[in-house]
């Protein structure tokens, strides 16, 4: 997929040669750490912060202009090396010169500041940026709506979903008087009841429409109003894999045969289900992955029982399992109904089958309608990534991060288990929560910006230019913290 958009990789090599090497000869060699963190200026910023919003989920204040490739680094003058890269969003790494060089450009500039309203007053070159760009990186999907942001892209692809099914139903009727007005007081038959079903520990976004769909944790959805939407168990494996794979394979049964059984519930219950989300692998629930075979069987029942399928690509997508599509995998029959994206992409949106594209205007709109100036953004990442052979990196970073992880389990199998994931977008579970926090912190004052997930899960989102001295970094100081824990 990234040769069909390498047009401008020869030049950008040309400009700045071997681009990996310039990071990587910017970058510090190891990680430092000189304060507590957060340090003295990242707590006063804290206190300045919190005055005006709420501040619990902030970690630390980084210095922007001095982070470089791998390496974050903070106002306090911490240097990280981040194998979390702001929740799986940055592709390149901090400062990369390409990017910077982006916005060089005059014509890029006045794209970034004249910022359009996409779904009314498109440039003269949105067409072909989209067709370029976007579409070239398809996962066999022939139709394409931007958005800003991952919910954003889940919650207006539920709409399509929606009215692909309802038009279904009506045929090539116009809307009922009753429907039209009914629709402004939501209520049927304007406001169908339909649902979409999602599984247990899934993530697909925080804003209204997307939050009954995700189950991942309380405090995402506390005091919120949700839909009555049937939730399926998503398949919970045993490790190692190849050690357990008749117990698996009983849990794919279970889980898809319950996927059966709420469709039809639901449909008896006159509230259909028009559509199935789900992620290749749940990212925020806990680093949560099924096999091919699930996936395939998956798409079969949606097929079967005439209901869209959206595989999940905001977090997976762009690259970090080693293919550009987490759901390239599970070599699935045909491409699903519907691929939502974000993160690593820049802009978000999602790609869809020509079905699942309403007929008329408005019905699935908003201001901005993505960001033409995150589209140069992602043009250059995807040059980037196709001169200098990323995809293979990340295989190759993902195999030696994993086998030494597998080592690493084996060695203290008392603490941490379960060593999972594909490419470089990899987690292992530590024995408790409790655990986990406190390697998460040890891993800091050591510096390394980690991440956890789920219950008890460490999870790693480095850069696709993440290779494997940076992974043996974090290998060694991983090991090391296990050390100091089992004494």
């Not at 630390?60 to 240097?79: H, M, P, Q, T, W």
């Not at 991942?216 to 168990?233: E, G, N, R, T, V």
């Not at 992620?279 to 099924?290: K, L, T, V």
């Not at 494997?468 to 060694?476: C, E, G, M």
Request: hydrophobic share 35%; aromatic share 8%; net charge neutral.
């Amino acid at each position: 997929m990234l040769n069909t958009v390498a047009r401008n990789s020869k030049n950008l090599k040309t400009k700045y040669g071997n681009l990996r090497n310039i990071v990587s000869l910017a970058e510090p060699k190891q990680p430092k750490v000189v304060t507590d963190i957060p340090g003295p200026r990242s707590k006063e910023l804290l206190s300045r912060l919190r005055n005006i919003q709420q501040t619990g989920s902030v970690q630390l204040f980084a210095d922007y202009e001095k982070s470089i490739g791998n390496y974050l680094i903070d106002v306090d003058g911490n240097i990280l090396l981040d194998t979390y890269t702001q929740i799986s969003s940055v592709p390149l790494g901090y400062n990369h010169p390409a990017l910077l060089n982006t916005f060089k450009n005059e014509k890029n500039i006045k794209t970034l500041i004249n910022r359009p309203a996409l779904g009314v007053f498109p440039g003269e070159n949105w067409p072909e940026k989209l067709e370029s760009i976007l579409q070239k990186v398809s996962p066999g999907l022939p139709n394409l709506t931007t958005m800003m942001c991952g919910s954003c892209s889940n919650e207006n692809a539920y709409k399509n979903m929606f009215i692909a099914y309802q038009t279904k139903r009506r045929g090539e009727n116009d809307f009922s008087k009753e429907e039209l007005e009914s629709s402004l007081i939501n209520t049927p038959p304007g406001a169908p009841r339909l649902s979409i079903l999602s599984f247990k520990n899934a993530f697909h976004g925080r804003t209204l429409g997307a939050l009954s769909t995700t189950h991942s944790k309380a405090i995402h959805k506390l005091d919120f109003p949700s839909f009555d939407w049937p939730i399926a168990d998503f398949p919970k494996y045993q490790y190692p894999l190849h050690q357990h794979v008749a117990e698996n394979s009983k849990e794919d049964d279970r889980c898809l045969e319950q996927v059966e059984d709420l469709i039809e519930k639901y449909k008896k219950l006159n509230n259909s289900v028009a559509g199935v989300v789900i992620e290749p692998i749940q990212s925020e629930g806990g680093d949560n992955e099924a096999s091919p075979e699930f996936f395939q069987r998956l798409q079969k029942i949606c097929k079967s029982n005439e209901v869209y399928l959206l595989i999940d690509e905001v977090q997976t997508g762009g690259g970090p399992t080693g293919k550009f599509w987490c759901h390239e995998h599970f070599n699935l029959e045909s491409s699903p109904d519907v691929v939502t994206f974000s993160k690593k992409m820049q802009l978000g949106g999602y790609f869809h089958t020509k079905e699942l594209s309403p007929k008329l205007p408005y019905r699935v709109f908003n201001t901005w309608m993505g960001d033409p100036g995150k589209l140069l953004m992602l043009e250059t990442i995807i040059n980037v990534a196709n001169d200098q052979n990323l995809l293979k990196n990340v295989r190759e970073t993902g195999d030696h991060l994993k086998k030494n992880l597998i080592e690493i389990e084996s060695e203290f199998s008392h603490l941490i288990n379960s060593t999972r994931g594909r490419g470089t977008f990899l987690a292992i579970n530590a024995k408790t929560t409790q655990l986990r926090d406190h390697i998460l912190d040890k891993l800091k004052q050591r510096g390394i910006q980690s991440g956890g997930c789920g219950d008890n899960a460490i999870r790693l989102r480095p850069a696709l230019i993440f290779e494997t001295k940076h992974a043996d970094i974090f290998l060694d100081s991983f090991r090391n913290v296990l050390i100091e824990l089992n004494k």
